[in-house]
Structure formats: C-alpha cells, structure tokens
C-alpha cells in the first residue's frame, strides 16, 4: 500500500514585480487570481493547494512583489514579513522559489541573492523563457545552478505545461519537518550584490539582442507629451462611446427576455401575493439591472485589455505631472484607474504607494472614480433622458455624457486631493517601472470577462434578489386605505419612509419613490436601479406592467430631477462594502466617517445647483 505524506510543506512565491508570480501560481493551484501586465497587480498574500504526483499536499503561497527584501511599502512590508517569520498569521515557508523574469535578470538576480541568505530550501524559476527566448538571450541553467547552489528551472507561466519543471524541482527538494528559526538578516551592501551579479551574468548569461525593439517604438508615441495625452484622451472617449454602442443589441435581448418572462408569470399565475413578488419585485427589480450586463462586460473588457497590455504605467508617466500639480502622486494613478472598476481593489491597492500621507489622499479619493455598478445608475437615466442623437456624424450624444459625468468624478477627486495635499510638500520624481508591451493574453482576457459576469449575475441574484424581496415587502404592506387616491406603496411602510426622506430631498428634486431607492442603493448602488424598477412597478396602476423602467421614469420625472441625481451619483455616498475597507486599510473608523461626511455633502451640494441651474434655465 501506498503512504500518502502527511506533512504538506508551505511554499512561498518570491520575486520581483510583474515577473509572473501569480500566473505561475494560478497554474499551480488552479486559482483564478489577477494577473496583468504592471508591477504592484497583487497587495496581499494569497494561499493555494495542489497535490503532486506522490500524493503529497502542498500549500502554496502567492507574495506582492518586491525589489528588495528590504521593504519600503506597505504591499512589499507583507512579503517581507511572511518570508522572514515574523507575520502574525502566517507561519515561515518551508521553502522559497524565487520567480525571476528571464528578460531581466539583472533585477532578478538581486532578490533571489538575498533570498539566499535566509537559508531556507530555495528553487529558481527562470520564467518568462518564451519572451528570452525570441529576443534570444540565452541563459545556461546548469551553470546558474552551481553558481547558485540551489535548483534552477526554466518556467513559462502562461502556457500549458509550463510549471512541469517547477513541480519536478519542487518534489525534488529536501524539505526539513522541522522549521527554521527566523532568520536574521545581514545586509550585503547594495554595491557587493551588484558585483555578484554582475560576475553571475557573465559567467551564465549570454545577452547579444538588443532589448525590445517594438516596446521602444510603441514608446515614442506613447510617451509623447502631446500625440501620447492626444491618444490616452482617445483612448478613454472610445471606451465611453462603445459602452452605449456597443452594447445596444445584446441588452435589447436581456430586456426583451426578461419582459418576456415578467408577462409569461403574469398571464399563467393566478392573482396574487406570490405573482406580485415575482413579477413587481423580483423580475421588476433584479431585472432591471440585469439588463446592463453588456455595458459593464464591455467596460471590463477595454480595462483589462489596457491592464495586460502595459498601457498602465505609461499613462501613469503621462499623467503625473497633472497630479502633481494637485498633490498626488503618480503612483496613484492605478490605484485609481482600478478604482473604475470597483473602489475596494483601487483602495487596497494603494498599498504599493510609499508615502503615508500620499496614500491616505489616495484613499480618500478612490470612490470619486465612477465604480462599474454605478454604469446602470448612468445608463439608465442617460437612456431615458439623453436622446440618442449624433454629434458631428459620429458621436453618441449619449455617449458624451456619460463621458462628461465620468470627467466630473475625475475632476471632484482633484479637487479634493488638491484640499488636502500638505502645503510644503517637495515633489519627487516618479519611479514606476515600464513593462514590455505585451499581447493582452486571450485566455486572461476570457477568464476575466467570466470572472465579472459571475460577480454581476451573482450580486444580483443574491443581495440585489434579496434586497429587492424585503423592498417588496416593505413597499406593500401595510395595503391601501378604502379611500386610497395613491397607489398602494404611497401607504406602505417603504412609501413612508419615502416621503419623510422627501422632506431632505426635496429642494435638489427628488420625489419620494427616488427617497426609497437610495436606501438599500447604499448596500451597492446598482441596487438603487434595482429599487427603483420594483418600486415604479408597484407605483403603476391597473395592468400595464409591460412597460419597463426607462419609459416609466421618462414620463414621471423632469429633466432637472434626472440631471440632479445624476450628479447625486457622481458623489453619493459610497457603499458600505467600500467604507469597511476603508476601515481596514487605515486602521480607524476616523477616516470612512469623513469619507461619508464629505461625499455626503458634495452630492448634496452639486445635486442642488445642478437642480437649481436646470429649473432656471428650463423652467
Ligand atoms: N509571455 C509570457 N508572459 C508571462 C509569463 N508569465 C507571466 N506573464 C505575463 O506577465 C504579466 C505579469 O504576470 P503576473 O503573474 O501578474 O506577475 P506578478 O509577479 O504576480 O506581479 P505582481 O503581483 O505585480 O508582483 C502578465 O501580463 C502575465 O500574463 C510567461 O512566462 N510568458
Ligand atoms: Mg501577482
């Protein structure tokens, strides 16, 4: 009989940024973590399993990248302290392989020499093998290896089969039970290092290919300071443009399917409380956010393609002198391009930036980038209000807006950041490092793509259902009096606390249905479309449930009270979620608190003169 090893060693992933640790990981351990082409992508540790051929299990460790083992950022502080024992949660690796990119072995070389010095069993894996090997750079393992004294493997993260020898070396590897003690450090100088290296590269390394040749091209233009601001410009109007473009068919079909299903229960359920739930809260709510799946599966598409590209950090150079001007650094920029995407990725990511101070202003402003979920808010109001007309033959009318309320966002977050930046603060250069450009990698793309669709279907399939259920409840009981002149809701718990809340809203022009819908909106602020699909279905009298949101907020709102809560939106008070890892990241409830407050009072602010400007002008 076969003994199956009981002890499962920990592995961790070390190495510098960008040089494919966590694809190599994802293919170790099947996780789907996020891979893309610019250094800082993962900001906290992540642990996987696989079983190896013998049977036996290993836990593998995914690390933020770092240069040195010698930290200076609150991302490169993690793997610092996870590799030398001294984290709080996590025990001291069994072994280290250190992830070097075979394109850049100089920096590469670095790490894996001070790694060396914690004594822990060690492999190297040489990745990115296929890049090395078109530019021809030829690099003798076995010499590395003796020169090394540790194992080296040639890996290529992103092909199939392009761990096996990393697994091979990996089994290989005499692991003790016992662990190490905590290593303590001896710092080589900076300029012994150097010479290592520099003798290791020569004596192993044969480099006569000039570096990318492409990537110095593209960077011509890219990096010029007008034709590269004159292409980023394009670049982000073209992905406005194809949101409402783009996704014009796909979500006909959503919206007629979910139509289609809303009259199918109505015309065969008998009447009733269950088909009013069904039909008015769930299909009526959930259903309308559904809807915008194609607007956001397009949006991701453009951010991912520009993530694995490269583009990220040229536009970070690009645009650095702009945020400096307010105060940012220019470190900041991913983090707040993530946060388009979603302001809790963007927050934690500001981890990468150095400066304290830097970082909290960073913070601050992340949920002032327009988040994906609050697309269908814009979408929805832009469609009914927006007509969709061409400007100068080619351009959506649409499309410009919902450029210009994601340009407000940007500019606020200035602004902001402008507030509160230190008076005597001495700029420093940008150090970002440049990646090679790189073809976006199809099947990242595709996981990607999924990845987002199951986070939409699955938040509105369970909290936006689940919100829109109790919504339901809560918007139809207790029923209308004998005498009603109102809908039932106008007299229901919801309705209520609708109209006391009109109270607040009424002079930036909101009605009470709106009132309602802002309340569970603070749970994710999708949901407010969700809410307000189940609220105007349960507003409407007689039968004529057949119409869907859009025209039914088309006919009862007025044009200054849609401008007035799109602009509500370009500030409103983030989302729960957002405030706890806020929370988390600064360490205090001091600062989520001043986030509400002042988003609170931005929204209201630019919400009343939007308000009170449209009411001027249009009467
Ligand atoms: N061609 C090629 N590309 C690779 C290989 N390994 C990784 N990549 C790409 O390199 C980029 C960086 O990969 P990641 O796995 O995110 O790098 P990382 O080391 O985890 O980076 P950080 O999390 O920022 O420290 C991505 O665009 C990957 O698709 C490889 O072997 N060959
Ligand atoms: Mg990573």
């Known amino acids: 009989m076969n003994t199956v090893p009981s002890f499962s060693p920990l592995v961790a992933l070390v190495g510098n940024p960008n040089c494919g640790k966590t694809a190599l990981f994802n293919r170790l351990t099947g996780a789907r973590q996020k891979v893309a082409n610019f250094a800082g992508v993962t900001v906290e540790r992540k642990i996987g399993r696989y079983v190896s051929g013998s049977g036996r299990t290993w836990q593998i460790l995914d690390l933020p990248g770092t240069y040195s083992i010698n930290a200076s950022t609150p991302d490169e502080q993690i793997t610092q302290a996870v590799i030398t024992g001294q984290h709080q949660s ?28 914690l004594n822990l069993p060690m492999v190297l894996a040489v990745n990115m093998m296929d890049v090395a090997d078109k530019r021809k750079i030829q690099i003798d393992l076995n010499a590395l290896s003796a020169a090394l004294a540790m194992p080296v493997v040639e890996t290529v993260a992103v092909r199939a089969q392009g761990e096996a020898s990393l697994l091979a070396a990996l089994e290989k590897l005499p692991l003790r039970l016992e662990k190490n003690p905590p290593a303590t450090l001896e710092p080589t100088s900076a ?14 390394v044969n480099n006569s290919a000039p570096a990318s040749v492409w990537t110095e091209k593209i960077d011509r233009i890219i990096l010029h300071p007008i034709l590269g601001t004159a292409l980023f410009l394009f670049l982000m109007f073209l992905v406005f443009q194809a949101v409402f473009s783009w996704a014009e068919w796909p979500m006909e079909i959503i919206k007629a399917s979910v139509e289609g299903l809303g009259d199918l229960l109505h015309e065969n359920m008998s009447e009733g409380v ?22 956001i599966v397009i949006l991701f598409f453009f951010i991912l393609v520009l993530e694995d590209s490269g583009y990220l950090p040229r536009a970070a150079f690009l645009l650095d002198r702009l945020m400096g001007s307010v105060g940012l650094s220019g470190r900041a920029f991913i983090p707040l391009l993530s946060s388009f995407a979603c302001a809790i990725p963007g927050i934690m990511s500001t981890r990468t930036i150095q400066n304290p101070r830097d970082r909290l202003i960073t913070i601050m402003i992340a949920p002032l980038m327009t988040c994906s979920a609050r ?81 939409f279907t699955t938040r509105v399939g369970t909290i936006i259902l689940a919100l829109m259920v109790l919504l339901w409840f809560l918007s139809s009981f207790p029923g209308a009096p004998d005498n009603a002149t109102h809908p039932a809701i106008y007299y229901s718990i919801a309705g209520m606390l609708g109209r006391g809340l009109e109270v607040i809203f009424a002079p930036i022009g909101f009605n009470w249905q709106i009132c309602i819908a ?18 105007y279905a349960l507003s409407q009298h007689g039968d004529n449930l057949a119409q869907t949101l859009q025209p039914l907020i088309a006919q009862s709102w007025s ?24 929370k988390r990241e600064t360490n205090s409830w001091r600062y989520p608190l001043i986030m509400v407050s002042y988003l609170f009072g931005l929204a209201y602010l630019a919400s009343f003169l939007t308000y009170r400007i449209a009411l001027f002008f249009l009467g």
């Not at 044009?559 to 806020?582: K, R």
């Open 90 to 117: 996590e025990a001291m690796p069994d072994a280290l392989v250190c992830v070097v990119d075979a394109t850049n072995l100089r920096r590469g070389l670095r790490i894996a020499l001070e790694l060396k010095q």
């Open 191 to 204: 300029l012994e290092l150097q010479k290592q290296v520099n003798q290791l590269l020569k004596d192993c």
């Open 274 to 295: 269950l088909r009013d739930l069904l039909t008015q809260g769930i299909i009526g709510g959930s259903g309308a956010v559904l809807v915008f799946l194609p607007q």
């Open 375 to 455: 697309l269908p808010v814009y979408a929805l109001i832009i469609a009914a209000f927006i007509p969709n007309k061409p400007i100068l033959g080619i351009l959506s009318l649409q499309g410009l807006v919902l450029f210009i309320l994601y340009l407000a966002g940007i500019l606020s977050a200035m602004l902001v950041a402008w507030v509160m930046k230190p008076r005597n603060k001495s700029t420093h250069a940008l150090m970002l490092e440049l990646p090679d450009y790189r073809w976006p990698n199809l099947r990242n793309l595709g996981l990607g793509l999924w990845e987002r669709i199951r986070i």
């Open 518 to 535: 802002l309340v569970p909106g603070m749970a994710a602020r999708e949901v407010a479309v969700a809410a307000l699909g189940t609220v």
């Open 559 to 582: 044009l200054p009270t849609a401008l007035s809560l799109l602009a509500w939106f370009v500030f409103a008070p983030q989302c729960i979620a957002t405030l706890s890892v806020v």
